[in-house]
């Protein structure tokens, strides 16, 4: 598996009671499977990615990636794990102002210490992946909410990770917007071997996947959330 979260909790302080985010979570993807994780503002989902993402050390349970078990991992070993194998779209993504496309995403390459040269060539092709082949030159706030997302999509795409981790991609997209983008994280999860988890609370973006999960007070269960079933 490349992502394997095994009874994964997590808690947070909440006044004088702990508040428990995410009820141990199991949760296995593998190359080329596209995982989709619905439920309420609220439900633990951006908590399950955090965890997900080596960034938040669950109380107990086990986080693996790309096979290894990061348990055990120092501080600098995981980041290395992170930078290398997992790339994150985040909810609230920050592209930098001044940066254009291009740069947006060779700026990943050289955080990673690697060539510049190659780097360009891989965030040319990235952008033409996404279908942004023509906008290498804008700049966030030349491009619309659709095209900034998919800029962000490309950049996670960067460092060639085998787990792909998004959050709300959709949330501020129109619905055919939305599709473009869900259809494209389809795409790119078959065509690059990914290990997607999408998380949404837009029951309506969950037809892509190939499994879909519903979060409740942080309990993750296979299945559509009542309500809403895959078209
Ligand atoms: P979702 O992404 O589904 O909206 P979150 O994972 O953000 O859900 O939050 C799950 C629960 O954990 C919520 O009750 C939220 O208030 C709480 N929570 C999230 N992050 C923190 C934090 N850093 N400290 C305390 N409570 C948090
Ligand atoms: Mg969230």
Redesign the pocket.
């Known amino acids: 598996m490349s992502l394997a979260l095994t009874d994964v909790v997590l808690t947070y302080p909440d006044g004088d009671r702990t508040l428990t985010a995410l009820d141990r979570v199991n949760l296995a993807v593998g190359p080329g499977e596209f995982a989709a994780v619905a439920g309420p503002?609220?439900s633990g989902?951006?908590?399950l990615?955090a965890v997900a993402a080596t960034l938040v050390t669950p109380g107990s349970g086990t986080v693996s990636v790309a096979g290894r078990d990061t348990a055990g991992l120092r501080p600098a070993e995981r980041t290395r794990l992170r930078r290398d194998h997992i790339g994150i779209v985040f909810?609230q993504p920050n592209l930098p102002a001044s940066l254009t496309a291009l740069d947006q995403l060779t700026v990943m390459a050289h955080m990673a210490g690697r060539s510049p040269r190659r780097a360009a060539g891989r965030a040319r092709a990235l952008l033409a992946a996404v279908d942004l082949a023509g906008l290498e030159h804008k700049r966030p706030h030349q491009m619309s909410g659709g095209e900034r997302q998919r800029v962000n999509i490309a950049r996670a795409l960067m460092n060639g990770p085998e787990v792909l981790l998004v959050?709300?991609p959709t949330s501020a997209l129109d619905h055919v917007r939305g599709e473009q983008v869900v259809t494209l994280l389809d795409r790119l999860t078959r065509d690059r071997g990914l290990a997607t988890v999408m998380?949404t609370?837009d029951l309506a973006r969950l037809a892509a996947a190939d499994r879909v999960y519903s979060m409740t007070d942080g309990r993750l269960s296979e299945g559509a959330p009542a309500g809403g079933q895959p078209r």
């Open positions: 503002s609220g989902k951006s908590s990615l909810q959050d709300e998380v609370h």
